[in-house]
């Protein structure tokens, strides 16, 4: 037997196949295997393979895996990943033949992707390319692979328009044998193949309805208590012909169905009846919604007769937090279910809209609340591959704003703004959480290059003063001070802001660069660092420790970013909790700000103001989408008005987790862990204790293995109990200034509350 073949050297004999149909037409398609030994031979059988649009497949009348969505979305011009199904026992369950079936739709390929009606598809052919390889006793080895010449069939199938935004219609009388397709060759780039490391989007739960009702338009409204990214799925037995119609929303607005901030995407599933009995399951498409629409039902809707089912890209839970506060406990869940419904893939921005995209300032800033909730390594990994790929070869030589990038093919206002702060950051910041939580210095140097690609392409746009002060700039994005309709226009001075980012990126790329041995890009990057720093503290450091921009937002990111000398930070900080007292502990920072603002004010003798900054339940506030209700993070803070109505923004998520990274403050400080050296190779307990939560319980499975910490504060007495991972030490703080170091185990600690 020869050498085992990787999965993308197995597709070098394959070629891409598709068929002429209707763009919202989903292809089926064919290949039948005649086994060259018997079934009880076959020691070993893989199906590789990939597509442009999303597929699914099939043997012997068997899903060969539970994944949805393959093959996902990447940087198609540059990355097409190959998915590789161990099908050996399909295989022998089919006799001397094997039946090799895949449904093809359209998926991100043809999607007509981005916002403003854009309608961007990559490509107008969808395409499927495979090989099945089977392995005998003998030792002998069976390739059939994808060919036009005969050997492999087509039909369209009873999905009669599949689309991400707009849904899915399947017409449950349409016989594919009497839709006969011919079968062509698809032209693509074989380079761009690459074996699938991303774990694969999955079904990972179901939920029944909470509630079914009319609403006063006598619409069949149905509640699943959750905020999901899926489908549903309905079995339904009806006269032939009946259509059933299920629109999708995540609120109520006037007690009807919300769709306004849907903006152009119809999110609308129509399930046509056979006459018979159906169970229809839209798969080619996937909506945001807790709340669903249902018209044209035979009968009265059951609550057994509809499901909705979440998916998400099937990343190991790692992270877990409780404490006494139900509304933090809230908050938390709040930010796993947002992680979860925007980890389809890639990290989107929202599921639900017309958008659903890689926008880069969002997971620059909640990066590390993502990687302490699920195990992001190879997640973010790849996304940093598709970045890297996309901002290569950017027309402006800049980080886009979303990655994959289908905006450059648009003359969009999008396409035009060239490196922006905190999203061009994604390329330093993403990979140096990576760094710190999983330690693997391997990931770091495939991830460093995007560093230099970032920082060059700002150093150029430096002016002579060393500020980056020229060209658009977002700032606080979503400030909750800025207009519904400029969300850019909040309190903090934009070119203030994207100094201090430039500042915190220029100094983790001189320290990846010494990690990596890199020496000369390590000099390079720490003469900008220091003259960034020296260029932001010219322009916007006032005497005593004040700035120019007298903002919350603003003091958040310049103390905890480095750029105060020491006898600014206590002034510093005692101005920013003045600023936030006087805004009666209501957030006052968006993107940018938000992150850091807790951090800021607890890591400089301000424990409590961030306590209290975290518990305000007025709008704006974290916990005021949880007075109101949410299951998952909001957009806005303001994303629904107290009296119930939706923001009058036409950008208006209810699932966005930027927000929600207030969540690495809750895990660090409130539930007392970090690392205190990458990948945990030593850890910190150091829980900082607040009015308003008297106990918090944390727990984190690190690559070292699991820590756990729990502190109670009671009668004037804090205690805490934490494990560390045997073999690691750690650096135990308590909160009346005692530092132990302990070795791994289960250690107890006390001291006056």
């Not at 052919?125 to 390739?143: C, K, N, P, T």
């Not at 629109?247 to 607005?253: C, D, F, Q, T």
């Not at 990931?443 to 560093?451: D, H």
């Not at 916007?540 to 990111?557: C, E, H, I, N, Q």
Request: aromatic fraction near 10%.
């Amino acid at each position: 037997m020869t050498d085992t073949l990787s999965a993308v050297e197995l597709l070098a004999g394959a070629h891409m196949i598709g068929a002429d149909a209707p763009c919202g037409q989903a292809i089926g398609l064919t290949c039948d295997v005649e086994l060259e030994g018997p079934a009880s031979a076959v020691t070993s059988a893989r199906l590789v393979s990939t597509a442009h649009g999303i597929y699914e497949a099939r043997v012997n009348g068997v899903s060969v895996d539970d994944a949805v969505l393959n093959p996902g979305w990447t940087a198609y011009e540059w990355r097409l990943a190959v998915q590789e199904a161990d099908v050996t026992d399909l295989v022998r369950a089919g006799g001397r033949a094997a039946k090799i079936e895949v449904l093809l739709g359209n998926g991100w390929w043809r999607g007509e992707l981005g916002f403003d009606l854009l309608k961007i598809d990559y490509g107008k052919e969808l395409g499927f390319i495979g090989a099945l390889e089977i392995v005998y006793a003998d030792g002998s080895r069976q390739v059939a692979v994808t060919e036009a010449d005969g050997t492999a069939h087509a039909c369209a199938t009873p999905i009669t328009e599949n689309s991400l935004y707009n849904g899915e219609t399947i017409d449950a009388r349409v016989d594919p044998a009497e839709h006969p397709l011919e079968v062509r060759e698809v032209a693509f780039d074989r380079s761009t193949l690459y074996a699938q490391t991303m774990p694969p989007v999955r079904r990972t739960e179901t939920l029944r309805s909470v509630r079914i009702w009319q609403s006063p338009a006598g619409k069949t409204l149905v509640d699943f208590g959750q905020n999901i990214v899926g489908w549903v799925r309905v079995r339904v037995s009806g006269p032939r012909g009946t259509e059933v119609v299920v629109r999708h929303a995540e609120v109520l607005e006037h007690e009807e169905l919300g769709t306004r901030p849907l903006r152009a995407a119809k999110a609308t599933d129509t399930f046509i009846l056979s006459g018979g009995e159906d169970v229809f399951e839209p798969t080619l498409t996937f909506h945001g919604f807790r709340y669903a629409e249902v018209t044209g039902w035979p009968g009265e809707l059951g609550a057994d007769d509809i499901e909705a089912v979440a998916i998400s890209s099937d990343l190991p839970r790692t992270g877990w937090f409780t404490c006494s506060n139900d509304d933090v406990n809230k908050l938390v869940s709040n930010t796993l279910w947002s992680q979860r419904d925007n980890f389809v893939s890639i990290p989107t921005d929202c599921p639900q809209r017309d958008e659903r995209m890689g926008w880069t300032g969002d997971i620059a800033v909640f990066a590390p609340t993502a990687a302490f909730q699920y195990d992001c390594s190879v997640f973010l990994g790849d996304w940093l591959k598709t970045l890297m790929a996309e901002t290569a070869h950017n027309a402006l030589s800049c980080v886009p704003v979303v990655a994959p990038d289908v905006v450059k093919y648009s003359d969009h206002f999008w396409k035009t703004v060239g490196e922006l702060a905190l999203w061009g950051d994604a390329c330093c910041w993403v990979p140096w959480t990576l760094w710190q939580v999983y330690g693997d210095k391997d990931a770091l140097a495939s991830q460093y290059p995007a560093m230099g690609m970032h920082l060059r392409a700002v150093e150029e746009r430096l002016s002579d003063t060393g500020l980056w002060d020229t060209g658009l700039q977002l700032g606080d994005w979503l400030d909750p001070a800025a207009p519904p309709e400029a969300p850019m226009d909040g309190k903090t001075d934009k070119y203030l802001i994207a100094q201090a980012c430039l500042c915190r990126s220029t100094r983790i790329a001189a320290e990846a660069a010494h990690i990596l041995g890199r020496t000369d890009d390590e000099a390079h990057w720490e003469e900008l660092a220091e003259r960034s720093r020296a260029a932001f503290r010219k322009a916007y450091v006032l005497d005593g420790g004040r700035l120019t921009s007298d903002a919350v937002a603003a003091y958040a990111l310049a103390l905890h970013f480095g750029l105060f000398e020491a006898d600014e930070v206590q002034p510093a900080a005692d101005r920013l909790a003045e600023l936030v007292r006087e805004g009666d502990y209501k957030v006052a920072t968006g993107f940018a700000g938000t992150p850091y603002v807790t951090w800021a004010l607890s890591e400089n003798g301000h424990v409590a103001e961030a306590y209290r900054l975290l518990l305000e339940d007025e709008c704006p506030s974290w916990l005021y989408p949880v007075r109101m209700g949410a299951t998952t993070t909001w957009e806005r803070w303001d994303s629904m008005l107290p009296d119930g109505s939706i923001n009058p923004g036409d950008m208006t998520s209810f699932n966005h987790y930027a927000l929600g990274a207030v969540c690495d403050w809750i895990y660090q400080v409130i539930g007392g862990i970090s690392p205190a050296a990458p990948g945990y190779a030593r850890v910190r307990i150091a829980p900082k204790p607040g009015e308003g939560i008297t106990w918090a319980r944390c727990a984190f499975e690190s690559v070292q293995g699991r820590i756990e910490v729990f502190w109670r504060c009671e009668n004037g007495r804090f205690d805490l109990e934490c494990t560390v991972p045997e073999g690691v030490s750690a650096d135990v703080e308590l909160p009346d200034g005692t530092v132990c170091a302990v070795a791994g185990g289960t250690h107890r600690f006390g001291c006056a509350a």
